[in-house]
């Protein structure tokens, strides 16, 4: 009986290869943001939408479940998003303006070199960029880890590692949001069991601190 209940979790279980591809997939979306080309969110918008389909494959069984929307959910990511990005705000005043200039020339070199302040990325960023991320980090990552580390464990492990794939990029202002940001996005996903908050925060934060309403 054992056997027969270990050959069959393994059967329901994404298969290595799957989850090697979505993993290349992020280690190609790391090349992607620090190449930063001038076409970047037609780029990105295309590569995350195969990103998608590849952590899809890669994810535990029941993702679609994982994935459904209720009220609260919906709510919980946006007052999250919001939070965060009003946190994001205060920290950006006081690196750049209000207590120190540390953070200036980093910040204004990134929002140059990405230019996020139009509709499409905006769009892209949303319906795209961030469930992508969301659904590899989330949905891929952090459930595998939590099999051997626990919740607390994988939740910490997986936003490390997201910090230092965001350093590699070449962006250390990405690095230094990820940090915060992955954790309350990790932190949401096992409390709530459910994959939605965490894509609906992080759309929400994105929008904000990079298009409708960037601190530079």
């Known amino acids: 009986m054992s056997n027969v209940s270990h050959s069959t979790e393994r059967a329901r279980s994404p298969r290595p290869r799957y989850v090697a591809a979505a993993a290349g997939a992020m280690a190609l979306w790391s090349g992607l943001v620090a190449w930063s080309p001038p076409d970047f969110f037609l780029l990105a ?22 994935l459904r ?16 990005y009003g946190l994001t705000r205060a920290f950006l005043w006081a690196t750049c303006g209000g207590l120190s ?21 905006a769009l892209a960023l ?3 960029i961030a469930p992508a991320e969301e659904l590899f980090w989330r949905g891929v990552v952090q459930p595998r880890l939590e099999g051997r580390l626990g919740a607390p464990g994988a939740v910490a492990l997986a936003t490390v590692l997201a910090a230092v794939v965001a350093l590699a990029s070449g962006e250390p202002f990405l690095a230094l949001a990820t940090l915060p940001t ?35």
Request: hydrophobic content about 60%; proline content about 8%.
């Open 126 to 128: 949303a319906l795209l």
């Open 101 to 121: 200039e540390a953070l200036c020339r980093p910040l204004v070199e990134m929002y140059v070199r990405f230019e996020t302040r139009a509709l499409f990325p």
């Open 45 to 66: 918008a295309v590569f995350s939408a195969a990103w998608i389909a590849l952590s899809a494959t890669a994810a535990p069984p029941g993702l679609l479940a994982r």
């Open 69 to 84: 929307p209720t009220v609260a959910d919906v709510a919980l990511g946006l007052g999250t998003g919001g939070a965060l």
């Open 182 to 216: 992955y954790a309350v996005w990790g932190a949401l996903t096992a409390w709530r069991g459910s994959l939605v908050p965490a894509l609906v925060s992080h759309a929400a934060w994105s929008v904000l601190v990079a298009s409708l309403a960037p601190p530079v």
